[in-house]
């Protein structure tokens, strides 16, 4: 079964500062990797994406993640912090063996950047 | 492209009432999810569906029956309402798994019901 845990309920972060979101994760084959944003009152939007190649991911908004197979984890990061960035930030996970499987989420971490 | 549009936006419903959620995508993905949300717990997979005609379920199915008769709809509904049911939820769609958009999933903006 395949899992994804994001660790802090909450971040805090001034403006200006870098931040970082955690994320790991649990697969029995490769793992498929993705961060999805959610502002108040709105559905989740792709920020990035992980299959293969490069271990550091660039998405919107500035965003990055690098993923850490020996770590499982795939923390989202960027170097400096907008107001713009409060939002809900879900980490998620799709195992590549064994057929079609579901993608799963995190319980979602609030990132709140202080002007 | 609307992308993916939920409605209604809100409902509230009495116990044992029953309604549809209508799920409708424009961009011709072959997926589509039913989540629900609820703080703490993330959003939860209720049914999906691999393509026009076909459901499976997911992690929280119990009390919820879906059809996709048409590729670009997916319905949701509850045959009768409970508490346990006040939520939000949240249609989704993606391309055919395995293609080069890979699993990037597609939201449309939620329904928040509550259910007395």
């Known amino acids: 079964a395949q899992s994804v845990a994001q660790p802090e309920d909450q971040v805090n972060v001034a403006e200006g500062n870098p931040l970082t979101v955690k994320c790991t994760y649990s697969?029995?084959?490769?793992?498929?990797l993705f961060w999805y944003v959610q502002y108040p009152n709105r559905g989740l939007q792709f920020l990035l994406k992980?299959?293969?190649?490069?271990?550091l991911v660039k998405g919107s908004y500035g965003f990055e993640a690098e993923f850490n197979k020996s770590q499982t984890s795939f923390h989202l990061k960027k170097p400096s912090a907008l107001v713009s960035d409060s939002a809900l930030y879900f980490c998620a996970v799709r195992d590549m063996s064994g057929g079609y499987q579901k993608v799963t989420f995190g319980t979602g971490t609030k990132l709140q950047v202080i002007p | 492209n609307a992308g993916v549009t939920q409605t209604p936006k809100f409902r509230v419903l009495k116990t044992g009432q029953s309604m549809t959620l209508l799920c409708a995508q424009d961009?011709?993905?072959?997926?589509m999810y039913w989540y629900r949300q609820d703080p703490g717990m993330g959003l939860r997979l209720i049914h999906y569906?691999?393509?026009?005609?076909?459901?499976a379920k997911g992690e929280v199915p119990d009390g919820y029956n879906v059809s996709r008769l048409k590729k670009q709809n997916f319905l949701l509904g509850l045959e009768s309402a409970a508490p346990s049911q006040t939520s939000v939820y949240f249609c989704a769609s993606s391309y055919l798994a395995g293609g080069p958009s890979t699993d990037t999933q597609y939201f449309g903006p939620g329904t928040r019901l509550t259910v007395l």
């Open positions: 697969v029995s084959g490769n793992p498929y």
């Open positions: 961009m011709n993905h072959e997926y």
């Open positions: 992980y299959i293969t190649g490069d271990n």
């Open positions: 569906s691999v393509g026009e005609g076909t459901t």
